[in-house]
């Protein structure tokens, strides 16, 4: 009986040891990485913070509190700030008057104002891009790329752009390209990072205050994240990254990696923008890697984007955290 089970026992086995040399040998799936990294790249609304008290309870926030951020002599309930609308105006001296689009909400609803999302001085935050000093003609490009179809991602974006009326873009886009975008990120190299999890779409510290090794990533949140949940644009932020990463990536901004061209063949020197090409310098390093993971993945597929669809097809997740470390740390 032995016998002549004994050549299919061989070939079982034989058959196990192919299986197990292909997987060993087999490659990682196209973009493995830059799917991980979409954990910290991509935000959440919540993520739970295993350091918190399971049976802790917050306090429910009363309609009628009054709500003051640091060096604003503004105030807010908390109802006023649930409605945004108009969007609160921590600082209405640190811009022109805006237009009303950028301030107040459509009827029904849509399109929101553009502040919901970028601030009223147009300088984003750690979710939603700086949109001051974009070059007009970029804003007007991506809203039309949006309308189209040929950037999917956000979803929100995709409902405004087909909203919102061409006067309205006209007006809200001469507003944006025409404030000076000011930084308010430091970035910083670091071999270890705070535990993180997701509150309204920002990376929180944990409240145990463990740290873990930075790894392949950005780790980009608010200085005062309760200012910032309540849209005070003042509020400095911080990027952890990678040590070393600043300068990898000003060699792959001035000289190119591999078969991707310098980055500043197109943005300029220092990152800074040429004409109609937007300026990267000193801009939210996480939002710079999101967009590029986008290009990667072809969700943004108008006209103009194709020659960042094929640069980004020759970076790795390391040169983009390199290349993106080096822009946030640059000077407009």
């Known amino acids: 009986m032995f016998k002549s089970t ?13 299986t197990f040399a292909f997987a060993q040998s087999a490659p990682k799936p196209p973009d493995a990485e830059i799917r991980t990294a979409m954990a910290w790249v991509f935000p959440e609304a919540h993520s739970p913070d295993p350091s918190a008290p399971r049976l802790a309870r917050k306090p429910k926030p009363q309609p009628n509190e009054v709500v003051h951020v640091p060096g604003s002599t503004q105030s807010y309930t908390r109802a006023q700030l649930d409605a945004d609308d108009p969007f609160p105006d921590w600082f209405p001296h640190d811009h022109p008057p805006a237009p009303r689009i950028v301030m107040v909400h459509g009827k029904p609803g849509f399109p929101l104002p553009c502040a919901d999302c970028h601030m009223p001085n147009g300088q984003g935050d750690i979710t939603s891009p700086a949109l001051a000093g974009l070059p007009k003609a970029y804003i007007i490009e991506q809203i039309t790329a949006f309308r189209q179809g040929a950037r999917s991602t956000p979803l929100v974006m995709t409902r405004e752009a087909q909203a919102i009326n061409d006067a309205d873009l006209n007006l809200a886009s001469n507003y944006f390209s025409n404030l000076a975008y000011e930084p308010r990120t430091r970035v910083i190299e670091t071999t270890t990072v705070p535990k993180t999890h997701w509150v309204d779409f920002v990376l929180v510290p944990n409240r145990n205050g463990a740290r873990e090794p930075i790894g392949e990533r950005i780790i980009e949140t608010s200085t ?6 309540v849209g005070d644009y003042r509020v400095e932020n911080v990027a952890w990254v990678p040590p070393g990463s600043i300068a990898r990536g000003a060699v792959v901004a001035s000289k190119g990696i591999g078969k991707a061209l ?10 800074r923008g040429v004409g ?22 072809g969700q943004r597929t108008n006209p103009g984007a194709a020659p960042m669809r094929f640069e980004v097809s020759h970076l790795t997740l390391e040169d983009m955290i390199d290349v993106t470390a080096y822009a946030a740390s640059r000077k407009p």
């Open 6 to 18: 004994l050549p299919i026992l061989l070939a079982t086995l034989a058959a196990g040891l192919s």
């Open 224 to 229: 005062d994240i309760a200012s910032h949940i």
């Open 262 to 271: 310098p980055c500043e063949s197109c943005h300029g020197p220092a990152l």
């Open 276 to 297: 109609d090409i937007p300026p990267l310098a000193g801009r939210s390093p996480t939002y710079i890697v999101r967009e590029l993971i986008r290009f990667r993945l």
